[in-house]
């Protein structure tokens, strides 16, 4: 297998012939679009979900081409045994993006705000001044603020989880990805200036511990040729996440929202994160591990985050 990612396709194949991805969550949300996209370009999607739901629904979703696995990234045991399904299958991971995510209950929150803006219609709170609207958002805050309690959760999954998964891998003898992709949204978060941060916290914590980790470990990735990218795109609003922010962006005018109209939707990061795959990372516009996406930039680098804001981000998100 080692064969496959140095390869160039033969004339006539479509760009991602020969390529084996491990999309996580590859069932759901972005996962589901990136998985599309292999297809639509000719490589082989390993879709895993840790939902027997998800995991009936790949045949309908993603057609027969599509691999499934079935594993929780919290169980380092189910990686290893799904993993180990895969030789059986004719099937050689070469390159790996990690979609896998929890830790925010988005859709309570929905609800929240949504019976919150019928309660109080923005036209009646506009009449108040920021300091006579304080106390409607008291208890929208607060189950804000209870997001933050699933700490354990972001961690498990988030960071913990994607350690599972490249530990998994790298126990695979033959394993020899071309590229490792971690789908974050912290960066942009921060340096597009959406204010995620009143609800992402712990997913904040979590993601920066898997950036930091990704970041440091270039001498191990270079001995395993794997090239790692960190894509953190900017909230997406065809998604449970950024209807949430733009439902909530309307009821928090103190906090000087950017417009969200102007974002990319999912297939647009999808597509990014399919070039990257297609370009080698290590040298593309210089920049070696690292990429934000986000709707005026598409390429920047990491440092261009302020690590101030990002440690009191973490340490206190509201
Ligand atoms: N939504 C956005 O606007 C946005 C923007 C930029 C980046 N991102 C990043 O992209 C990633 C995915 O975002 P998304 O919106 O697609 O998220 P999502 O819809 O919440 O999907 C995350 C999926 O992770 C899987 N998962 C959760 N816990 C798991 C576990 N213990 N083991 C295995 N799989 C587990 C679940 O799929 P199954 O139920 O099928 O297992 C879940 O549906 C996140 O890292 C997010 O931060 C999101």
New binding site residues.
Partial sequence: MGEIPGRKPETGELPLSGRMILV??G?????LEISRQILSLGGIPIV????EK?YREIPTLLGNSAVPLF????EPKQIQEGLNKLPEKRVDITDTIL????GIK?MPLLREVRNFSHEHPKTQLATLSPDERKPFYTGLRKKIADTQKDEKTAL???YF?SINVLTGMMNQEAYRPRTFIY????LSSLYGKIPTSAFYGN?AKS?HMMETLLKSNGDIFDVLQIHPAI???????D????SFLRLAANYFPEEDLPDLTDLPKTPD?AHEIIRILLENPASWKGVRTSYVISPHEIVNNLDMVDPHRLTELTKNPF
């Fill in positions: 996580t969550a069932v759901s949300g972005i996962g895993t979900t840790h939902s998800h594993f929780d990234v919290t979609c896998q995510a929890d988005v498990d999954v988030n989880g789908l974050s949204s912290l997913v993601k894509v953190s795109a900017n909230l997406v609003p998604t449970g996440t950024g990061v």
